[in-house]
């Protein structure tokens, strides 16, 4: 292992650390349900809710529980914008923080190398999209779009795109409960996980098919780039 590669794997294994110790030290029932305790003040809840989204990525805690939240103090309509805006500005800072240690070698290297691919035959916006429209981790489509170097205005329309439907879903359900609780922060429907996932792969069908063919050597397939789709 070369000096860069373990610089990485210091640098990983720090960052690795302050989420766990963060995530042991700080429960989201306990930090959520005091801001909960904010909403009859409402400029102190709206600046406390924008903190945490802020800070949430040195947690990892979902941003569901984000958006049940706001659902439950602000109601469906105000609700949705809000908890889009948050969850865009919370899925920015671990994008930026792998855009900034993006390499070509190591462990980093690896996976920026596989993460340009995908991003390639898809397109920023596309394959943003479409990973989050599937069910898997925020931050970790953020760090992977981050080391793959997506553009961030790419970044930001397709996670946008994306996470219309999670977040107007959780929001629903914030403004369903009569108290919010982190434990009521659920999604109880399989099909729409399943919907969103069978979108996830109908909007990356036709890359994919054109990228599988490219390897297969038979040239560039008609339709054109998916960076322009």
């Not at 977040?167 to 399943?194: I, K, M, N, P, R």
């Amino acid at each position: 292992m070369n000096a860069g590669s373990r610089r990485q794997a210091v640098g990983l294994f720090l960052v690795a650390g302050v989420v766990v110790a963060a995530s042991v030290l700080f429960s989201p029932g306990r930090v959520l349900g005091a801001v909960e305790g904010l909403v009859a003040k409402p400029a102190q809840f709206a600046l406390a809710l924008a903190t945490l989204y802020l800070l949430r990525p040195l947690v990892a805690w979902p941003l569901s529980l984000f958006s049940v939240l706001v659902g439950y103090a602000y109601g469906p309509v105000v609700g949705f914008p809000v908890a889009l805006v948050g969850t865009v500005a919370s899925c920015l800072p671990p994008f930026l923080v792998a855009r900034h240690v993006r390499t070509d070698v190591g462990f980093l290297g690896s996976l920026s190398h596989s993460g340009e691919r995908f991003f390639e035959a898809t397109g920023g916006v596309r394959g943003t999209f479409a990973a989050r429209l599937a069910p898997a981790p925020a931050d970790a489509i953020s760090y992977g779009a981050g080391l793959a170097g997506v553009p961030t205005r790419s970044f930001v329309a397709g996670t946008i795109l994306g996470e219309i439907p999670w977040t107007a879903a959780f929001v629903l359900v914030g403004a369903s409960v009569a108290e919010f609780s982190v434990g009521e922060a659920t999604l109880d429907s399989a099909a729409f996980v399943l919907a969103a996932a069978a979108l996830a792969l109908v909007v990356i069908a036709g890359p994919a098919y054109r990228y599988l063919a490219d390897r297969r050597g038979g040239g560039p397939v008609p339709g054109g780039s998916a960076d322009e789709r």
